[in-house]
């Protein structure tokens, strides 16, 4: 993973990772934004109050003390997975770390996107993982990866999960023909086929 900083960003350093696209493109057919704001939340667990939804409420206050973040228990491979209620090409996802403490939580937080809920998500494809955690955002570049649930997942005995905002940055899949959206099957055919030359 390559990571850069931008000091532009609250004038402290960022997190960012990149990663290659996927191995096939779909047009998009609306520009990016967040898809993530006002989605359905679910986490493995809710310690201190702090709900799913917390994640994703538009508000990236990252003083946990102020309560618009959310957090797991202690716990073997924490999780939080928003449903975006169809499938999207994800561009971008950013997550706004705690930074009243604990920042370094994050370290080793695995962002996966796809369509299946085996394994709560957490089997989905990766985009990326925090290798390393500095600054107040970490920037996951996805490139187009499609699906409809997007998970943060940090894998190992005893970790806790606080995310203090998700945004998830996607476009609408493109229509058919004008017969409506491209449907699973067809999308993950375009997602797992190789590039026809």
Same mark, same amino acid.
């Given at each position: ?12 350093? =960022?997190? &960012? %990772?990149?990663?290659?696209? *996927?191995?096939?493109? %779909?047009?998009?057919?609306? *520009?990016? +934004? #967040?898809?993530? /704001? ?7 667990? =809710?310690? +201190? ?10 508000? @990236? ?6 309560? @618009?973040?959310? !957090?797991?228990?202690?716990?073997? #491979?924490?999780?939080? !997975? ?13 997550? =706004? #770390? !705690? ?19 085996? #394994? ?12 390393? %955690? ?6 996951? &570049? ?7 649930? %997007?998970?943060?997942?940090? *894998?190992?005995?005893?970790? &806790? /999960? ?18 409506? !959206? /491209?449907?699973?099957? /067809? ?11």
């Amino acid at each position: 993973m390559k990571y850069t900083a931008d000091t532009n960003l609250d004038r402290r350093p =960022t997190s &960012i %990772v990149n990663k290659p696209p *996927p191995c096939a493109s %779909v047009k998009l057919s609306h *520009p990016t +934004e #967040n898809v993530a /704001l006002g989605a359905s939340p679910t986490q493995s667990s =809710t310690d +201190e109050g702090a709900a799913a939804e917390g994640a994703n409420d538009g508000n @990236s206050d990252n003083d946990f003390r102020h309560g @618009s973040c959310s !957090r797991t228990r202690k716990s073997k #491979n924490p999780w939080w !997975r928003v449903d975006l209620t169809e499938s999207f090409n994800v561009s971008d996802v950013i997550i =706004t #770390n !705690r930074a009243d403490c604990c920042s370094d939580q994050l370290q080793g937080a695995e962002i996966r996107i796809g369509d299946s809920l085996e #394994n709560e998500g957490n089997s989905n494809k990766l985009c990326g993982i925090a290798d390393a %955690v500095f600054g107040p955002k970490l920037i996951f &570049i996805c490139d187009g990866f499609i699906g409809r649930y %997007v998970n943060v997942i940090i *894998p190992g005995p005893d970790k &806790i /999960l606080t995310l203090c905002e998700v945004e998830i940055f996607g476009s609408e899949l493109e229509y058919l023909h004008g017969k409506g !959206r /491209l449907d699973t099957a /067809l999308m993950l055919w375009l997602y797992t086929a190789p590039q026809l030359s």
